[in-house]
């Protein structure tokens, strides 16, 4: 199984953004699938996972600014984040069970 990222790149504050994590193989349709961050300097976190039936758990900082969706006919899940903000400056990455992929990096600025 192969994740990758794809669609990071600076934005400006207040700009909307929507990334995406392709996964090879068969299982990912019934996989969950999870969003995180990793700032400069911070640990990674959580944003939310996607279940393979397509039910969503976010963290709580995210407040409605971004929506994970999944389209299993394309192996593929997405991050729409909107209303950005420099604070959510991070490499975004994608995971599927116990497989990573490569991050995708997001810069904001003010």
């Known amino acids: 199984v192969q994740l990758q990222a794809s669609g990071g790149g600076p934005v400006q504050a207040g700009e909307s953004l929507r990334i995406s994590c392709v996964a090879s193989?068969?299982?990912?349709?019934?996989?969950?699938i999870g969003w995180f961050r990793q700032a400069p300097e911070k640990q990674r976190e959580l944003i939310g996972v996607?279940?393979?039936?397509?039910?969503?758990h976010y963290a709580d900082f995210v407040k409605g600014r971004f929506t994970i969706s999944r389209d299993n006919h394309r192996n593929t899940a997405y991050l729409q984040m909107n209303s950005l903000k420099p604070e959510d400056t991070a490499v975004y990455l994608c995971?599927?069970?116990?497989?990573w992929g490569q991050g995708t990096l997001v810069t904001v600025s003010s």
């Open positions: 995971s599927m069970g116990r497989h």
């Open positions: 996607i279940s393979s039936e397509g039910n969503i």
């Open positions: 193989g068969s299982t990912f349709s019934s996989s969950a």
